[in-house]
């Protein structure tokens, strides 16, 4: 039963790594989305930042030409104040004249607005397109990195499924059953060894004397009190 006992450890390690290799493929993809969801996150925002910057300069443009056009309507009104010939024709004039500077005031103003709109927009998009262009490298190269690891994990799980069963022709079959029926039970975890000072290496809670001194001899199946995981001695 010794060499059981050793072999039970030898497999539990091989489980374990397969099982690491098991979570890597849950945990990968989901990590691999939301690298590109921040990538297309990241994207978005500078697209909608030059979204806006290109409705500023929309605006300006816009604005530049309204200004432009009350100016000159208000340069054609001002110059007719010399060729009236009556108080009526003047006041009516006067009228025009003031509802184009308040045209001219109002498109000042606004043009004004998106010029300094488009002042303050611009660095942000430049620290945006900076920043996001190496952001976005360092995200692509630990998501290819993540993509590699994942697409070797099935030939590594296939060496270790041949250790594995080259491994449990050499257990006696009631250990090994005993070990399958644990592992399902205790989250892969069946077989450990006594730590230092006693203790089991599942659950950390100190084996009575007398029965780690039935452990030592390590020539039947004992089971951890506490936890029910087979305990072997390793000479700690």
Not at 3 to 8: G, I, P, Q, R, V
Not at 104 to 122: G, Y
Not at 212 to 235: H, M
Request: with cysteine; proline share 2%; aromatic share 4%.
């Amino acid at each position: 039963m010794k060499e059981s006992l050793f072999k039970l450890l030898e497999l539990q390690e091989i489980d374990n790594q397969v099982d690491a290799l098991d979570q890597v493929r849950r945990d990968y993809p989901a990590q691999i989305s939301l690298i590109d969801q921040e990538i297309e996150e990241a994207r978005k925002q500078i697209q909608e930042q030059r979204a806006r910057r290109e409705d500023l300069e929309k605006t300006q443009r816009y604005q530049e030409r309204e200004l432009a056009a009350a100016s000159a309507d208000l340069k054609k009104h001002q110059d007719r104040l010399y060729e009236v010939k009556t108080n009526r024709e003047y006041d009516a004039l006067q009228v025009e004249i003031e509802a184009c500077r308040s045209r001219v005031s109002e498109h000042e103003n606004a043009l004004l607005t998106a010029e300094v709109a488009l002042e303050e927009l611009i660095p942000v998009i430049q620290s945006l397109e900076e920043t996001g262009a190496e952001t976005e490298k360092e995200r692509l190269k630990h998501r290819e990195s993540l993509v590699q690891r994942l697409n070797s994990i099935g030939s590594e799980v296939e060496q270790h499924q041949e250790r594995r069963e080259a491994v449990r022709v050499h257990i006696h079959p009631q250990a090994l059953a005993t070990y399958d029926r644990i592992r399902r039970g205790r989250s892969g975890l069946a077989v450990v060894r006594i730590v230092k000072k006693g203790a089991c290496g599942g659950c950390f809670q100190e084996i009575p004397p007398q029965r780690a001194s039935e452990v030592r001899r390590n020539n039947r199946i004992i089971l951890c009190e506490s936890c029910g995981r087979i305990l072997v001695w390793n000479g700690v």
